[in-house]
């Protein structure tokens, strides 16, 4: 029916190219029939390597050259991590369509350890998530942590390179990577509450672009859409930079969501959280109000006083 040819943006790690090939598939079983080509771009967060991300501060480092090329029409597609992906969509693109998510957990990698729990005292624990330093360092308050970059692949090799004595990646990212086999233990949403969007993917557009938002239809899935709307609502309303540590997770039962949200300061020393549950309908709404309460107990400095 259709002789367009339809390019997918992504990133060149692994991973990124997974979910872009993995969204050219679903396209295909969804009944497109044309042509599908992956074009793969470096995007600025890909091109620092040496020093923490969030000294460059910008939102979306990862996401703005396969914005513009959606912008300009290089490309009809760019499929996102949902996590990495800022509140804020540039104008003129749309999320399209969510596909049903992955796991939400994050793993718990270790050749020293068996748990968190069981890691020897003062060990050091390499992440490049704030989220996740945090959350170590308030589980284990003994624990050194310090910043892990590069793709999962990388990771996992400074790991065997004795460079650390554990690290925490997504479990959704190692099953897409056929890598489960490293996860040490998978760490429950209760002990470890996962990034918003955790384990989901975006698909951006052209808003204007009825023929591909058509095409994408049979990829959405409604109740990831339901629980990331909620999840990003929070996140939104906390207008967090990449320096907050915050989490949070929603979780869809029928017509019911649950949500819990957190904030910490990065140390672990302090942290809020809060729970909601109600009708799928509010779900922007609960994660919003979880937000704000957050916000009105942790006071005005919390969040600024992080820089
Ligand atoms: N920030 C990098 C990133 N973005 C998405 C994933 C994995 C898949 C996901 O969490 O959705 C990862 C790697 C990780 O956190 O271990």
């Known amino acids: 029916m259709t002789h367009r040819t339809l390019h997918i943006g992504t990133r060149g790690s692994p991973l990124a190219l997974w979910q872009a090939e993995h969204v050219r598939d679903l396209l295909k079983s969804g009944g497109f029939s044309g042509d599908i080509d992956v074009d793969v771009f470096s995007t600025a967060g890909d091109r620092i390597k ?15 050259e396969i914005d513009d090329a959606l912008l300009t029409g290089a490309i009809d597609l760019a499929v996102h991590s949902m996590k ?13 369509a969510i596909p049903e998510r992955g796991d939400v957990r994050d793993a718990f990698i270790s050749h020293k350890a068996r748990t968190l729990q069981d890691l020897p005292e003062g060990a050091l624990v390499g992440t490049a998530s704030l989220r996740r330093q945090a959350q170590v360092k308030r589980i284990r308050p003994d624990l050194r942590v310090e910043t892990f ?18 690290t925490l990646l997504a479990y959704a990212g190692l099953t897409r990577l056929e890598l489960t ?15 918003v969007g955790q384990g989901a993917l975006g698909v951006a557009c052209r808003s204007e672009d009825q023929e591909v938002i058509d095409w994408l239809k049979p990829l959405h899935h409604r ?16 207008d967090g930079s990449c320096r907050t540590p915050i989490a949070g997770l929603a979780e869809l039962d029928g017509d019911r969501i649950t949500f819990r949200g957190m904030i910490l300061k990065p140390d672990g020393s302090e942290w809020f959280e809060t729970s909601r549950e109600g009708e799928h309908i509010h779900a922007a709404a609960l994660g919003t109000d979880a937000a704000a309460e957050l916000l009105e107990r942790a006071g005005p400095d919390f969040l600024v006083d992080l820089d």
Do not use: W, Y
């Open 84 to 96: 990495d992906l800022p509140t804020e969509l540039p104008a003129g693109t749309i999320i399209a």
């Open 149 to 166: 970059r590069g793709n999962v692949q990388t990771r996992l090799r400074k790991l065997e390179e004795e460079k650390a004595d554990a």
């Open 223 to 238: 109740p990831t859409e339901i629980a990331i709307s909620c999840e990003r609502a929070f996140l939104a309303r906390l």
């Open 181 to 195: 086999r490293h996860a040490t233990a998978v760490i429950e949403p209760e002990e470890m509450l996962p990034a």
């Open 50 to 64: 040496d020093k923490p991300l969030r000294e460059f501060g910008g939102k979306g480092l990862f996401t703005k």
